[in-house]
């Protein structure tokens, strides 16, 4: 194996650097960080299978990154449990749960094209998803990708504290499949960075989960 050492590689002016051809796998060695490649490193990662006591899933927010892309794959203990998420600004010593602490809208739409709004002017927590299955045969659950942006000291335009996502959700034989689509901010702070998420359902524990953390260095 090769070693090229250098500070900076750089394409001819008008053309595209190239590293590898169809087939190849670019890596980074061990304890490398990936300011290279626009930013983008893997935060953490986490998994449980077989559950039956853990009720809440948290994940940090390292103030080191920008904004976070969140994968997420959960099942409930209890059939039918409605997803949601709180928020934390002190790195999970406390979280939002007051009234009026959060808005947030989302549908769910049906294999059939029709499609259901929820939406809240002022809850304690957001909701992301309703009816979310436990049969692990037809892939019951949630999966669901979220988009996490923090407020910024870098952008002078007044922000929150703001969550997107998508996904889908089933709870049935395979018939009752949704997609979900929603978007909600922090409406309880709009000076204070968010640096913690818990994930949970409305009732019962989780069951089983994999969820993988990206961010975007500042």
């Known amino acids: 194996m090769s070693k090229l050492e ?38 953490s990662e986490a998994s449980g299978t077989g559950l039956s006591s853990q009720g809440s899933i948290e994940i ?10 969140l994968y997420l794959d959960i099942k409930p203990e209890t059939d039918n449990a409605h997803l949601q998420a709180t928020l934390s600004v002190d790195d999970g010593s406390s979280y939002y749960t007051s009234s009026n602490n959060y808005q947030y809208g989302y549908q769910h739409i049906y294999q059939s094209g029709t499609h259901d709004v929820i939406y809240s002017n002022g ?3 957001i909701e992301l998803s309703k009816d ?15 988009d996490i ?43 204070s960075k ?3 998420i818990k994930l949970a359902y409305d009732s019962g524990n989780i069951e089983d989960y994999f969820v993988t953390l990206y961010g975007f260095k500042i």
Request: proline fraction near 3%.
């Open 6 to 43: 250098a500070n900076t590689i750089a394409p001819s002016t008008g053309t595209t650097l190239t590293l590898g051809e169809s087939g190849d796998t670019v890596a980074l060695g061990s304890g490398a960080t990936a300011s290279a490649f626009g930013g983008v490193v893997k935060v």
């Open 60 to 69: 940090a927010l390292p103030e080191t990154y920008r904004a976070f892309k």
């Open 123 to 125: 809850d304690t927590k």
């Open 132 to 146: 979310g299955g436990n049969n692990t045969a037809n892939a019951e659950g949630h999966h669901v990708q979220f």
């Open 149 to 191: 942006k923090p407020i910024t000291t870098e952008s002078s335009v007044n922000q929150a504290n703001r969550l997107t996502w998508e996904g889908s959700r089933n709870d049935g034989s395979g018939n009752n499949f949704r997609t979900i689509r929603g978007s909600a901010i922090l409406a309880a702070t709009y000076t």
């Open 194 to 196: 968010i640096n913690k």
